[in-house]
């Protein structure tokens, strides 16, 4: 079993449609959440960092972390299409070592 | 301000041959990784180094050797490719370990026929 699991999709939406990205995991030592966004034959770029549980808002993106059932979530409202790219959750437990990430889920908004 | 630069971006190797892929990074970072990424495998870590002068073993450290050559340089060799090995390349790099944001290179593309 993999420490991350998320679903690969892909996942396709209307404009205008809200998304929902979700990732468990199994560690409970994790402690740094993030969501990286990668666009087609670049490298990931970090959207959203959130340490332990709680939420936290950033514009259209709002980054879940429930920590007592080791799931997180990323929603987008109001999607557009230049949100259409691959959306990787990341987690870490701090300290030297590296992050581990899940497969990445590829979203699709329709104009 | 170029980031994190690596080089090559695209790379044609036979099996067997020899390859060094070359991170180089101007943020004045101390850690630094190197993943592979495959379709549905997502990112997985190779090697990484959290200070200049140390790095330790990721996920799938066979087939590979990694020089943490100055603070600014990480460099990842294949000694002899073997189809399996073809992939996305990224180098990424952080502050100081994982509590703080990574940021990666566009990615070296690597197919080992």
């Known amino acids: 079993q993999k420490e991350v699991e998320q679903d690969p999709g892909p996942l396709s939406v209307p404009e205008g449609a809200i998304v929902s990205l979700n990732c468990t995991y199994s560690n409970s030592a994790f402690q740094y959440f993030m969501w990286y966004r990668q666009y087609s034959r670049k490298g990931p770029e970090l959207l959203m960092y959130t340490y332990s549980s709680g939420n936290k808002e950033d514009g259209r993106f709002t980054a879940q972390v429930d920590k007592s059932s080791k799931y997180i979530s990323l929603f987008i409202r109001d999607s557009q299409p230049s949100d259409s790219a691959t959306y990787l959750c990341a987690m870490s437990e701090g300290g030297r070592r590296a992050l581990t990430f899940g497969s990445g889920t590829r979203l699709q908004v329709q104009p | 301000n170029a980031g994190v630069t690596q080089t090559p971006k695209f790379q044609v190797l036979k099996t067997g041959q020899s390859m060094t892929l070359q991170c180089a990074q101007d943020m004045n970072h101390n850690s630094m990784y190197w993943y592979r990424q495959d379709p549905g495998m997502g990112l997985r870590l190779i090697y990484y180094?959290?200070?200049?002068?140390?790095?330790d073993k990721g996920e799938v450290p066979n087939g590979y050797n990694v020089s943490r050559l100055n603070k600014r340089e990480f460099s990842l060799r294949l000694e002899s490719a073997a189809p399996s090995q073809t992939s996305v390349y990224f180098c990424?790099?952080?502050?100081?370990?994982?509590?703080?944001?990574?940021?990666f290179g566009q990615g070296t593309r690597l197919t080992v026929v």
């Open positions: 990424a790099t952080t502050l100081q370990g994982t509590s703080t944001e990574a940021f």
């Open positions: 180094s959290a200070s200049e002068g140390t790095t």
